[in-house]
C-alpha cells in the first residue's frame, strides 16, 4: 500500500504573485530614486575634474607663451586654422575681446586643430569647428568656454580707487612678474560649464586658472567682489575680470 505525500497533495507554486512583483518594482523604484541623483553629482564632478584638466593645459600654453613674449596675453589680432583648410586665416578684435580670442594669439605654440578641444568646457557632443565654420557667436567672438581676465590687459590703477588719472595709454600687456599674488588672482575661468543641468545656480562650484599656474574649483560667494573699470565705466563690474587693484590684488 502507498500514501500520498503532502508535496503532491499541494501546487507547486513557481512564480510571483501580482502583490510580490509590485512591491519588487517599488523598492527597484525607490532604490533608483535614491541612487540616480547620486550617479548625477558623481558625473558632474568628474565633468568637473575634465575642466580643471583643460585649465592646467592652457596654463601650461600661457606659461610658453610669457616664455616666448615676456607678458601675459595681448593684442588686439592673431590667426585661426580650422580643417580643412590648410591656410589660417586673420581675426581682429579690441584689446578688451581678449576675454574670448587669446586662442587667436598662441597659433605658434598651441595651434587649434590640435587644441580646441582643451578649450571648451565639457559636453557630450562638442562639435568642435561647427560653430568655427558658421562664425563665432555675437561679433569677434571665437566660440570657446575659457575666458581670460580683463585684468591682463591694462594697469592695475584702471581698478583702484585712487583719483590719478588713466587714458588709453594705461592698457598694455602684464609681465608675470607684475602679478602680486599669483595663487589668487584667477587668470581664466570655465564660463559655460556646460556640464552642469541647466538652470546653473551661483552655489555650483567655477573651475579657475590662477596666475601660478593652479587651477582648483571655488565658491564664488567666497570671491572678491568685483570694482568698477575705469575706462568701461557703462559695464557692470564682472567678477573676475574687474578685480580690485587688478593684477595687484586677490580674487580669492
Partial sequence: MTYPSRRSERTVRTGFTLVEALVAMGIIAVLLALLLPALGLIRTHAQQLRSLSNLRQIGQSTSMYTDSYGSYYYGTGGWIRRPPDPSPFAIGFSVWQLDHNWPALIHDIAPWTDHYLVWVSPRTDPQPWTELIRGPRGTNR????YQYSHSFVA????????????????????RPSGVRY???????FDADRSYLREPQTFEDPRPLLFADGSARAADEHEATTPVQNRLLPEQQPLLYHDTPEGVHGRDY
Avoid: F
Fill in 142 to 145: 571665437l566660440p570657446v568656454s
Fill in 182 to 188: 599669483p595663487s589668487s588672482k584667477v587668470l581664466m
Fill in 155 to 174: 594697469d592695475p590703477a584702471v581698478w583702484s580707487g585712487r583719483t590719478n588719472p588713466i587714458d588709453e595709454s594705461s592698457i598694455g600687456p602684464i
